[in-house]
């Protein structure tokens, strides 16, 4: 048997934090197992779906690096499958027609209410003759489900679930308008598309009773089904857009690596051993249903920024420098830069990389640390480095000349000049070094400030330094 997971998002929105685990957690599988994860999009909300959400789902997945076998499917498009399905299980007499007004759905409702019954539909249609049908109503077709006995879902991830069936109601497979109900499009598709197992959020595991009812009357195989617990914010509370609940696009805005996304996505929920850090690779290769706790996970930044950090530290300098371009369009232009790197920029950016990434915790802080680069002289100081500057403004007489004469500009000849120039005063590194970088970054910290010099170049160096220091009142 091969192996096929869905991902089956609705296109009403984002594709948020808990969607994204949700498609890494089925794409693993597939992978593990040697098979294939399908994609559908569920639009058959039609007021709320819209393009631009697929967009952003589709979007989402590739930059995640998931990708899919096989076309999209759009459940919606299918909607004269669903019906027929519908249509044969009435004429099995597995399915009726029901005609209850909206009246009389609401006074059902409001009695439940009243007797603190669960609001169910109370079958009245179920073993009526149709010719008994009121000629202004236009029927549902709702599931003959069975009132006896149990409804059991043994569950990959939650074990044992069972529901009474007398607790269950005769679900709407079919609307009056002719349209399929969620939880008929959700079985027919998935049978339709070969699916073996559905992995999704717990929020669906009610659901799982009313498709499993479906599939039975069908006469069809039940896929094995893993409910994962839900994402809850630090805090313990629902996970909301205060705690991270927002867009995976977001998280590209935010300069997160999609390498890191996956890695701190997996740890969501799924444990293997104390390790922490894994590759793709070892994702695919240790990735099973048993080892996702039935407890929620709580969505914590501190860990996911720590996590992008090493992977920073590991990404190939050009690479990094790739991916800050990749989100310069919505960042450049604050920061006047633009939408791109000019080439001189790119190269002083690849130079600059290896002290820059040693610190910062996501792409827009590399970008941000790496201002000196980019900025236009003369610089505008921030206020810590003009406090340096002011106080060490006089020490820097006279280093101009001494770096002039330097032929072969490098790390190791500045930083002599430096401490050459520093010694002469008597004074400590230091205490030359700081106003000197506040004069040629604007920032009270920056990578090694002999490092800073040597990407910046002679020329660059002097030019800056000048601006800072030629007004500088006499010692």
Same mark, same amino acid.
């Given at each position: @048997?091969?192996?096929?997971?869905?991902?089956? =998002?609705?296109?009403?929105? *984002?594709?948020?934090?808990?969607?994204?685990?949700?498609?890494?957690?089925?794409?693993?599988?597939?992978?593990?197992?040697?098979?294939?994860?399908?994609?559908?999009?569920?639009?058959?909300?039609?007021?709320?779906?819209?393009?631009?959400?697929?967009?952003?789902?589709?979007?989402?997945?590739?930059? /995640?690096?998931?990708?899919?076998?096989?076309?999209?499917?759009?459940?919606?498009?299918?909607?004269?499958?669903?019906?027929?399905?519908?249509?044969?299980?009435?004429?099995?007499?597995?399915?009726?027609?029901?005609?209850?007004?909206?009246?009389?759905?609401?006074?059902?409702?409001?009695?439940?209410?009243?007797?603190?019954?669960?609001?169910?539909?109370?079958?009245?249609?179920?073993?009526?003759?149709?010719?008994?049908? =009121?000629?202004?109503?236009?029927?549902?077709?709702?599931?003959?489900?069975?009132?006896?006995?149990?409804?059991?879902?043994?569950?990959?991830? #939650?074990?044992?679930?069972?529901?009474?069936?007398?607790?269950?109601? $005769?679900?709407?497979?079919?609307?009056?308008?002719?349209?399929?109900?969620?939880?008929?499009?959700?079985?027919?598709?998935?049978?339709?598309?070969?699916?073996?197992?559905?992995?999704?959020?717990?929020?669906?595991?009610?659901?799982?009773?009313?498709?499993?009812?479906?599939?039975?009357?069908?006469?069809?195989?039940?896929?094995?089904?893993?409910?994962?617990? @839900?994402?809850?914010?630090? %805090?313990?509370?629902?996970?909301?857009?205060?705690?991270?609940?927002?867009?995976?696009?977001?998280?590209?805005?935010?300069?997160?690596?999609?390498?890191?996304?996956?890695?701190?996505?997996?740890?969501?929920?799924?444990?293997?051993? +104390?390790?922490?850090?894994?590759?793709?690779?070892?994702?695919?290769?240790?990735?099973?249903?048993?080892?996702?706790?039935?407890?929620?996970?709580?969505?914590? *930044?501190?860990?996911?920024?720590?996590?992008?950090?090493?992977?920073?530290? #590991?990404?190939?300098?050009?690479?990094?420098?790739?991916?800050?371009?990749?989100?310069?369009?919505?960042?450049?232009?604050?920061?006047?830069?633009?939408?791109?790197?000019?080439?001189?920029?790119?190269?002083?950016?690849?130079?600059?990389?290896?002290?820059?990434?040693?610190?910062?915790?996501?792409?827009?802080?590399?970008? +941000?640390?790496?201002?000196?680069?980019?900025?236009?002289?003369?610089?505008?100081?921030?206020?810590?480095?003009?406090?340096?500057?002011?106080?060490?403004?006089?020490?820097? %007489?006279?280093?101009?000349?001494?770096?002039?004469?330097?032929?072969?500009?490098?790390?190791?000849?500045?930083?002599?000049?430096?401490?050459?120039?520093?010694?002469?005063?008597?004074?400590?590194?230091?205490?030359?070094? #700081?106003?000197?970088?506040?004069?040629?970054?604007?920032?009270?910290?920056?990578?090694?400030?002999? $490092?800073?010099?040597?990407? /910046?170049?002679?020329?660059?160096?002097?030019?800056?330094?000048?601006? #800072?220091?030629?007004?500088?009142?006499?010692?």
């Amino acid at each position: @048997m091969t192996v096929v997971t869905r991902f089956a =998002p609705s296109p009403t929105g *984002f594709l948020h934090i808990g969607g994204g685990r949700t498609a890494l957690f089925n794409w693993l599988y597939a992978k593990r197992q040697g098979g294939k994860m399908l994609l559908r999009i569920e639009d058959t909300d039609r007021e709320r779906s819209t393009e631009a959400a697929i967009a952003a789902i589709l979007d989402g997945l590739q930059w /995640l690096g998931l990708d899919w076998d096989g076309d999209v499917v759009y459940q919606f498009s299918r909607a004269a499958r669903h019906k027929e399905v519908a249509e044969s299980l009435l004429a099995q007499g597995r399915a009726y027609y029901c005609y209850a007004s909206q009246q009389e759905l609401e006074e059902m409702r409001e009695a439940a209410r009243k007797e603190g019954r669960p609001l169910r539909y109370d079958g009245r249609w179920r073993d009526r003759d149709p010719s008994e049908a =009121p000629k202004d109503v236009k029927p549902v077709i709702r599931l003959k489900a069975p009132t006896e006995g149990e409804t059991v879902v043994e569950d990959e991830v #939650q074990g044992r679930v069972v529901w009474q069936n007398k607790d269950l109601d $005769d679900l709407v497979l079919l609307r009056s308008d002719g349209t399929p109900t969620y939880m008929l499009a959700v079985v027919v598709d998935d049978h339709d598309m070969n699916v073996t197992h559905v992995i999704r959020g717990d929020d669906h595991l009610t659901n799982a009773a009313r498709q499993t009812q479906i599939y039975q009357a069908l006469g069809w195989d039940v896929p094995k089904m893993a409910h994962v617990p @839900m994402i809850l914010g630090p %805090d313990g509370a629902k996970l909301s857009k205060r705690h991270g609940a927002l867009g995976v696009e977001a998280y590209r805005s935010m300069g997160y690596l999609p390498e890191a996304m996956r890695n701190y996505l997996v740890r969501l929920g799924w444990s293997h051993g +104390d390790q922490e850090i894994f590759s793709t690779q070892e994702m695919i290769d240790a990735f099973d249903l048993k080892s996702i706790g039935r407890s929620p996970s709580r969505f914590d *930044f501190a860990k996911l920024e720590n996590l992008n950090g090493h992977y920073m530290r #590991q990404t190939a300098d050009e690479n990094l420098v790739k991916a800050i371009e990749e989100i310069l369009p919505e960042l450049g232009a604050e920061r006047g830069i633009g939408a791109t790197f000019s080439p001189s920029l790119r190269d002083k950016m690849i130079a600059a990389m290896p002290g820059l990434k040693e610190r910062a915790k996501n792409l827009v802080e590399l970008l +941000d640390s790496a201002y000196y680069l980019y900025a236009q002289r003369p610089l505008h100081l921030d206020e810590k480095a003009a406090s340096l500057l002011a106080d060490g403004r006089a020490r820097l %007489d006279g280093i101009a000349e001494k770096l002039e004469r330097v032929s072969d500009w490098s790390a190791q000849s500045v930083e002599a000049v430096v401490r050459e120039h520093a010694e002469a005063l008597g004074a400590k590194l230091g205490q030359v070094a #700081q106003p000197l970088r506040a004069a040629l970054t604007g920032r009270a910290t920056s990578p090694g400030l002999f $490092d800073v010099m040597a990407v /910046l170049g002679k020329e660059e160096t002097l030019l800056r330094l000048g601006d #800072q220091t030629k007004d500088a009142p006499a010692a």
